[in-house]
């Protein structure tokens, strides 16, 4: 037993070790694979090492093929002619239809390499109805993969590569799309049922929670919903994953066993065979209707695994047939490793098993209060480290909501979905009580929701805290009767209690985020912090505010936001204004353009000055008499430390500059600039760039973004006077940190520091003209 246990670490390890590569081993090294697998498995000596070389060499191979083929960079932005077939659930935004398609050919132009075989298009205006399952030959523009890059952020990147997507784009309307078949498929039944939930249901608050529940499909949950989700630490319960497959099986099991016995079967086969086949055929009913997600996949191996050995006579123990579905899983696929879900479904049986070794009370609430008090605990170091908090009261939530989901809104979900393929009456009336289940429900979460302190948020602990934490954990969690458990939480404290570094007094750090095309930046000082714009808002549930610089203050340890300077009131600079604000109420705000923000902003003119810490901060433009309008009347920042000063222009444009130039000459030298409105040609003159005389140049721009920013002759501009220029598109987010007597500025930047080997570089600014 001891062999499996560490041999499916020693595997985990060597993926582990090539998930945080920034490159893949060279295929010649894949050949080692077959040699050294029986050394792996029945190898006396080296047999861990062996294991382990295995798990990364495996790793590597599942990355390579994930990878290829990759859209060639010739192809970006040019127009495509693709035949392929819609996979998945197509998914409307407005008047946009997204959706994914298998490519099975390219057919014009038709020499070059081939296609990715997934890709993920957004068809706006004017999409036809779009059908799992039909195919099409469509026209289409395409790019690589390509998100945001910022600390504390969500890799969009990675997210598309573990989904084996290898372009998005969208489609062209000339030369006509051209349906040319369909497939009865899985997603084509799953999208029927879809329709026929909503037409049964009508418009209904938790209709989206219930699609999410029968069909795996969470992408109609309206965002205030999540948010209470999330808050609560139920998010899970509407994530189909191994709490839903386990439900579905454990009902199959309990009631084919029972039947069998009851009809005499039995003697011609085993009840408890009969009844562990039954549960298996229907949690994989259930996976399949669920999309077979890779949460769901994962869950599915899992009960596999136990009821496979249940079938086969065996006699397993809990944690060996935990330990070989997650070497199961990790066989399947690599990539889970990069899941946060891998960690919380597999970490959450580990410690039912691990505490309930010693302590728990055997029957009733007692025993299901200490379960959830004891996964909280066990989670609460992943939770800080994936997402830099965890929720509080999440043991009180889910001790009412896991069994009130599970046994009543769950089985009415799965009938009442199953009913309306047969009797679309009897499918609502069923899905009408499973959606009155959640709204009895609800209050209850919203309560312990608005609870003041519900959320621990904490700064992304480095990972020599990670070790301590796991052992402290172990510690706290142990059986009665171990000594020294309550030194357990020594090891959690520095975890908890981390914080990072904040700038010396006089010193400034200067980060521009990674927003796309837009800006959003984060100027730190000893004990301040100062935002300057927040990037764009892409719909009513995505903007950066809350998908960037949230997170990224929350990863900094950042708790206040003194001051909020809205530059102007174009949407790539104002659109994350409200989401920054909800999570930090009390910043003061300065802005061209107060009116748009909430009571109390103040206009940003001229003259406005202050200090902290040994920073100076001054607005230089606009002016008092306010003639500037649009992109002329952003707010200009100049923010002043001991070693130099960074400048922020917004999106001035040629007529400012010159202003500025006639008004406050003096004081436009910087160090660093980020250049006016993104490096367009209306901007950047050379007398205006002879007057700051930087030594580096940050271009706020995003990848292939509409507009061309930066402008070929800007860059040319800056190349001229000899000046460093950085990109976000091609760095993600750029620090500087500006230390009195330093050599030079240092500057990292997050695609360089976090490069992983599914990121792909787009050529950097100064090699673009």
Known sequence: MARVYSGTFAFLVGILALQHRATLPHAAWLLLLPALLPWAIAGRRMRLPAACAVGFLWAALYGGWLLHPSLDPALEGRDLRLAGCIVGLPQAHGRAVRFLLRVQRRLRPAAGAPPPRRIRLTWYRGAPELRAGDCWRLTVRLKRPHGFQNAGGFDYEGWLFRNGIGATGYVRRHPAAVRTGSHRTLDRLRQDLAQRMDAALGPRPFNGILRALALGDRR??????????????TAHLVAISGLHIGLVAGFALYAIGALWRVSGAAGLWPAPRAAALAALAAAFGYALLAGLSLPTRRALIMLAVALGALLCGRAVTPARALCLALLA????????VLSAGLWLSFGAVAVILYAGAGGLARHGWRAWTGIQWRIALGL????????????????????????????????????????????????????????????????FLEWVAARPGTQW??????????????????????????????????????MLAWTPPAPPPGELWFTLLDVGQGLAAVVRTHDHVLVYDTGPRFGPDFDTGAAVLVPYLRS???RRVDRLVVSHGDNDHIGGAASLLERFPAADILSSVPARLPPGAEPCRRGRHWRWDGVEFRILHPGRKGAARGNDASCVLRVTGAAGAVLLTGDIEASAERILLSDVPRDLRARVLVVPHHGSRSSS?????????????????????????????????????G???????????????????????RVSTRRRSVRRYWHWRAPPVRARE
């Open 380 to 443: 609460l170091p992943v939770l800080v480290i994936w997402f830099q908090q965890a929720g509080l009261l999440a043991p009180l939530a889910n001790l009412l909501a896991v069994p009130w989901i599970g046994l009543v809104v769950v089985p009415l979900t799965l009938v009442g979905t199953a009913s309306i393929a047969l009797h679309l009456s009897l499918g609502a009336y069923l899905l009408g009580l499973a959606g009155h289940a959640v709204a009895l429900l609800w209050p």
């Open 685 to 721: 003159t050379p007398a205006f760039l002879a007057a700051v005389r930087p030594e580096l140049a940050l271009f706020p721009v995003g990848y292939r973004n509409r507009f061309h920013f930066p402008n070929p002759g800007v860059i040319a501009r800056y190349r001229a006077a």
């Open 329 to 336: 899983v990790l066989i399947w696929d690599p990539t889970a």
């Open 556 to 558: 900094r340890g950042i």
């Open 457 to 494: 948020v904490q700064a992304a602990p480095p990972p020599w805290t990670w070790g301590p934490a796991a052992l402290g954990t172990l510690l706290l969690l142990a059986p009665r009767g171990v000594p020294g458990r309550w030194l357990g939480f020594l090891y959690l404290v520095p």
């Open 220 to 233: 109609a949950i309206p965002r205030a919903q999540r948010a209470v989700l999330k808050a609560t630490g």
């Open 723 to 745: 000046v460093r220029m950085l990109d976000t598109a091609a760095e993600g987010a750029i620090t500087v940190r500006m230390a009195p007597g330093a050599r030079g500025l």
